[in-house]
């Protein structure tokens, strides 16, 4: 706890239970439970039968069974420290293919140094940081950066390791190796900001801070009052051991675990899950939410979108020619065009005559009869084709909403531009306003450009954005919002997101993102449907307040009967039933979760 010598719960255990213990010891042994023939009789009170002749043995241990069975259930919830860093090393590449002497050798990536040159096919991860020396090529960096539309590289290009490459063969070579790349510096911030975060003090312990000292108080004033008063040191003592043992809380070492346990088991029906006690706490207080945006509230995948036909040119025509040339194409984008344009046609799309990859600019070939382009303007400028004002106009319109237009000709002119973005999950807009309803303040956070990040929060209602932000500036904007007092939550699934996870005060992740983004969070979405993240807030807010019950009834009743205990008409027997009762209605109380919806 934040308070070394505080009295906890651990306290009243050990005073209770070696009071419990001890007394039945000298009863056994010095006193007449231990006698031949002697019956352990039953009164409700202490002062009408002989105590030396009760003992309580099953009071010691009832009550440590009970908390170590508490402890354990909990211990079991609780996040597996480390995990988080493990993935994020995992992410990178294994082995690569390195050039020596002009021949390819696979080696370990911890065998590569500084200069070395490494070649990286389609689909394979880039091993290292470096700069790409030979080739051209798409490389998928949305994971490290949060970028949602691949990176085109070509020689003189930084690529990053753990990034994707796409579609061409790249010779990369290595700058930065080791605990220099920036995936190895990523992992370094997950780790502080794991190491950094102090778990809640368990609620429980905040109350016995207050609750041990007033028992211990009460326990030795009955013990000096009842000798003051009767001059009987058995009853006295008897009358002490019971004020000890009716306060050592059973249901207390319960009231968090069983809750935990029902919560936690509701929430993995229902594709939530909850990795300890400490998150709950968080879930009551948060008051912001900070929502990255690939792969949170968009799909993470380029979709087709608009698509704008030149006069004389029919929708059905553009998509069939343009979905053919990009089919051939391995460019995330063209593949996009490709899927989007097969889906609305309904049919199969033809297979090019010729197909031609024009680096950084696009593609070109024959469909048909056809001489078709399919691009950026520069391709068709340069084959002395311009874009008609309906078609720019549609261009600069794509470019200001953050879309990638792509220009499509044939025969010599200009014919159409195909709107290709990461869409919007059906369900994002419904999940910000159920967000908005819990109290939180929503916040898109990403690495993606401006007009993008501003086209997307408009899309579901978000009113505050940070855009292109760096995978470690995530973190500062968060560290920024709760030096504003605030207390943030935090949605996201990317490696880039890891940390900000760590560091944010609730980290939510989507169970569709990466391993590192899953164990840097404190709740992980299973479905990776923002909606969800509501569900969640709710589920743990429920969970919490049944904990905050359980605790409640498993002091009342201590508090409760303490006096009786005090005065000498309550004994020890009766506060062990007490207790068994306590903690029977704290595991019912709990059960009432799994009605949760």
Request: glycine share 10%.
């Amino acid at each position: 706890t934040d308070q070394p010598n505080a009295a906890t719960m651990d306290t009243l255990v050990s005073v209770g239970t070696l009071a419990a213990f001890g007394w039945s010891v000298w009863a056994l042994f010095l006193g007449d439970a231990g006698m031949a023939g002697m019956r352990h009789g039953f009164e409700a009170t202490v002062s009408r039968s002989d105590p030396s002749s009760t003992i309580y043995l099953e009071v010691a241990a009832g009550v440590i069974t009970f908390i170590l069975l508490g402890r354990y259930l909990e211990a079991r919830s609780k996040r597996r420290a480390g995990s988080a860093l493990r993935a994020l090393m995992h992410l990178g590449a294994k082995d690569v293919t390195v050039l020596r002497d002009g021949r390819e050798v696979r080696v370990p990536v911890g065998r590569l140094a500084v200069g070395d040159h490494f070649v990286v096919r389609p689909g394979e991860k880039i091993a290292t940081d470096g700069t790409v020396v030979e080739g051209s090529s798409a490389v998928d960096a949305s994971m490290l950066t949060g970028e949602s539309v691949p990176v085109d590289t070509a020689p003189g290009d930084f690529v990053a390791g753990a990034t994707l490459n796409v579609s061409g063969r790249l010779v990369v070579e290595a700058t930065r190796v080791g605990a220099d790349t920036q995936l190895a510096r990523m992992a370094k911030l997950v780790e502080d900001a794991q190491s950094g975060k102090a778990a809640a003090q368990r609620l429980a312990d905040r109350v016995s801070a207050v609750f041990v000292p007033v028992v211990l108080l009460i326990a030795l004033g009955t013990l000096v009052t009842w000798l003051l008063v009767t001059d009987d040191v058995t009853a006295s003592f008897t009358a002490a051991v019971a004020v000890l043992i009716i306060a050592c809380p059973c249901a207390l070492g319960l009231a968090t675990p069983t809750a935990l346990m029902v919560g936690t088991g509701r929430g993995a029906q229902l594709g939530i899950l909850i990795k300890g006690p400490e998150v709950l706490e968080t879930t009551r207080r948060a008051d912001t939410v900070v929502l990255d945006k690939t792969g949170t509230i968009t799909t993470g995948r380029m979709t087709l979108g608009a698509v704008h036909t030149a006069a004389g040119t029919t929708e059905a025509d553009l998509l069939r020619l343009a979905g053919a040339l990009e089919h051939a194409s391995e460019h995330p984008i063209a593949q996009a065009v490709a899927a989007g344009a097969a889906d609305r046609i309904a049919g199969e799309l033809p297979a090019p005559g010729s197909f031609t990859n024009v680096p950084g600019l696009g593609v070109r070939g024959t469909v048909e009869g056809r001489e078709v382009l399919a691009g950026r303007p520069k391709l068709l400028a340069d084959a002395g084709i311009d874009l008609p004002p309906s078609l720019s106009d549609a261009m600069t319109d794509a470019a200001s909403q953050g879309r990638t237009a792509i220009a499509v000709a044939w025969d010599g002119a200009a014919r159409g531009v195909l709107e290709v973005a990461d869409a919007v999950k059906d369900s994002s807009a419904d999940a910000v306003a159920e967000l908005r309803a819990l109290g939180l303040r929503p916040i898109l956070l990403t690495g993606d450009n401006q007009a993008v990040a501003d086209a997307v929060a408009r899309a579901v209602g978000i009113d505050e954005v940070y855009a292109e932000v760096m995978p470690e500036d995530k973190v500062d904007v968060v560290r920024r919002l709760q030096s504003e007092g605030r207390s943030v939550a935090m949605v996201g699934d990317g490696v880039n997101d890891a940390a900000a996870l760590a560091v944010a005060d609730l980290g939510l992740s989507m169970g569709t993102g990466t391993d590192a983004a899953i164990e840097a969070g404190d709740l992980t979405l299973v479905r990776g449907d923002l909606k969800v993240a509501a569900d969640a807030i709710r589920l743990s807010r429920r969970t919490l307040s049944t904990i905050r019950s359980n605790l409640f009834w498993a002091f009342g009743y201590n508090v409760a009967a303490l006096p009786l205990a005090a005065f000498g008409l309550l004994s020890p027997m009766i506060a062990g039933a007490a207790m068994a009762f306590s903690s029977v209605f704290v595991v019912t109380n709990s059960l009432r979760l799994r009605s949760f919806t």
